[in-house]
């Protein structure tokens, strides 16, 4: 199984509208992603290591695939749709990971 991670830096002055993101983006790209996605996670940055310190993401999400080639299956033909939705939520730009879960 496989993780892709996208992580959006908590950059002072950026913009990131979360209920726009959890109520309208990760509904269509499940949707577009259809059953090749296995789940995805959202998590909000609030803290970092030493709270109150700085979180450095402000917000990180994983999406669970089987394999790489079938994350790539699902996401490039639906890379432009999804890409287009971005400005309606954020200007941050996203560090992208792809993991290999092990544990």
Known sequence: MIRVTSLYPN???SRFDLD???????????????GACKGV????GVA???????????????????????????FNPQAEAIGEDVENYTDIKPVIQVSKIRS
Do not use: C, N, Q
């Open 11 to 13: 950059t002072p002055g």
């Open 20 to 34: 726009y993101y959890l109520k309208e983006h990760i509904p269509m790209v499940l949707e577009r992603l259809g």
């Open 41 to 44: 996670t959202v998590d909000e």
């Open 48 to 74: 970092g290591l030493s709270p109150p310190g700085h979180a450095p993401y402000r917000v990180v999400v994983h999406f669970l695939f089987d394999s790489a080639e079938d994350f790539l299956a699902a």
